[in-house]
């Protein structure tokens, strides 16, 4: 039992750059969510998703999409990096009933 | 969507001494009440939880209360040890979406 599993840990782009960040869950969880983490302002919703095949926007969704296919998998696409992405990403599943359980993090360098 | 207040920013306390964080927030419809350590590089990891049909949790050393009333809830730690020192953060779930959202984080520091 992996829990909730991140990839890369660290990536720098240069501006004008596409990526995906990966995210997997291996609980069964029906929610899953993407953060990013920026000094000073807590952690900040970006796109969520209560099951496979359903997404919606949370707080900060502009410059990111998100689909999710299966129940495991749900990644994070930055369609065209800026500077104002660099930032700390975090995966996040739940269920109903239980707590969110974190993946490892992102640390993203765009220059 | 949910805002959460979070208070104070930075907190340095004695070892051995109490700490108190305190959140409010906006939503009288959220029901789940969270808190979160993060150490330096490492992930939010949860701490403790209240639900909104519960006045008070507490869980050896650390305590949570919420007032549902005045739609805010606290976090205590007892007996504070220097690998308490740690950024904390509250969140509030709202319902239908199961969404948590968050405080800024408050940096408490134990002074051996």
């Known amino acids: 039992n992996a829990g909730v599993t991140q990839t890369p840990k660290f990536q720098v782009l240069k501006t004008g750059q596409s990526m995906t960040l990966q995210c997997a869950q291996d609980m069964n969880h029906e929610y899953m969510s993407w953060y990013r983490q920026d000094p000073g302002m807590g952690l900040r919703l970006i796109h969520y998703?209560?099951?496979?095949?359903?997404?919606d926007q949370g707080e900060v969704p502009n410059g990111y999409n998100v689909s999710r296919s299966t129940t495991e998998d749900f990644p994070l696409r930055l369609l065209s990096a800026a500077p104002s992405q660099t930032s700390v990403y975090f995966c996040a599943s739940s269920s109903r009933q239980s707590g969110y359980t974190f993946g490892s993090g992102t640390r993203l360098t765009v220059v | 969507g949910e805002n959460v207040e979070q208070h104070p920013s930075t907190l340095s306390v004695q070892e051995g001494d109490s700490a108190v964080i305190k959140c409010t927030y906006s939503?009288?419809?959220?029901?789940?009440f969270p808190w979160y350590k993060q150490e330096l590089g490492k992930r939010p990891q949860l701490i403790i939880d209240i639900r909104s049909n519960v006045g008070e949790k507490k869980d050896q050393r650390i305590a949570v209360t919420l007032n549902k009333t005045a739609k805010h809830f606290s976090l205590h730690i007892t007996e504070t040890q220097p690998e308490d020192s740690a950024v904390y953060f509250c969140a509030a779930r709202e319902v239908g979406a199961n969404n948590l959202f968050f405080g800024t984080g408050t940096r408490l520091t134990v002074i051996p």
């Open positions: 998703s209560v099951g496979a095949g359903i997404t």
């Open positions: 939503d009288s419809a959220s029901n789940y």
